[in-house]
């Protein structure tokens, strides 16, 4: 009798099943990785915008201080010469869009200086609220104030 040589030349359908389910798996893996990693991103670019408009809010209120010999005029603990409404920031005569920031307060500090405290209240995707603070030390002028 003669033997007959019978190689295997393919994969059984177990094998294949295997490869399958092991190639769905790192995609789903993937697919996961890359939308958390994308919705990192987002937030830290909201952030980063956010931190933008807050620097250029300060940059404002810093100018208007020096312009205005150090002075802002409180009533009702609300500062009168810089008003936050509807997205637009109004320092004196200036207005500036900040499209990120909630609200704007205002705090006063009297010492041997003048320090404002500014909270910026923005938001970030997924509406989360964060703060920010700031101060500017301002010189009494004249003596007091």
């Not at 893996?29 to 933008?52: H, I, K, P, Y």
């Amino acid at each position: 009798m003669r033997k007959v040589d019978r190689k295997k030349h393919g994969f059984t359908l177990a094998e294949l099943a295997v490869v399958l389910a092991v190639i769905a798996i790192a995609t789903t893996m993937v697919v996961s990785f890359t939308a958390l990693v994308g919705n990192r991103r987002a937030e830290a670019q909201a952030r980063l915008d956010a931190l933008n408009d807050i620097k250029v809010a300060e940059a404002l209120i810093e100018a208007w201080l020096t312009d205005s010999d150090n002075t802002l005029t409180f009533e009702n603990g609300v500062a009168k010469e810089i008003t936050y409404a509807e997205g637009i920031l109004t320092v004196g005569e200036r207005q500036h869009t900040l499209d990120r920031v909630k609200s704007i307060s205002f705090a006063k500090q009297e010492t041997d200086d003048i320090i404002y405290f500014c909270t910026v209240e923005y938001t970030l995707p997924g509406d989360k609220i964060e703060y920010y603070t700031f101060c500017v030390n301002a010189q009494k002028v004249g003596g007091g104030n």
